[in-house]
C-alpha cells in the first residue's frame, strides 16, 4: 500500500487542499456523530450534537494537555 507524497501534496493549490482538508474533517464529524449514536441510540438530535461537542473539546484538552 502506498504512502502519501508529501512533495506531491505541497504542490496543490490552495482551493484543493482546502477541498480536501473540509471533506476529511466532514469525514471525521460523521464517523464521530455515528460512534456517539451507536453508544447512545436514545439521545434526541439535539443531545446527540451536544455529546459530539464534549467529545470535540475533550480531544482539544487531550491535544493541549500534550503540548
Known amino acids: 500500500m502506498g504512502g502519501v507524497d508529501l512533495e506531491q501534496l505541497g504542490r496543490l ?8 482538508t473540509v471533506d476529511m474533517t466532514e ?13 447512545n441510540p436514545k439521545l434526541t ?5 451536544e455529546r459530539l461537542r464534549e467529545r470535540f473539546e475533550w480531544a482539544k484538552r487531550r491535544r493541549v494537555g500534550r503540548g
Open 27 to 39: 469525514a471525521m464529524v460523521s464517523v464521530c456523530l455515528e460512534g456517539v449514536r451507536a453508544q
Open 13 to 20: 493549490p490552495p482551493d484543493v487542499k482546502v477541498n480536501m
Open 45 to 49: 438530535d439535539v443531545e446527540l450534537m
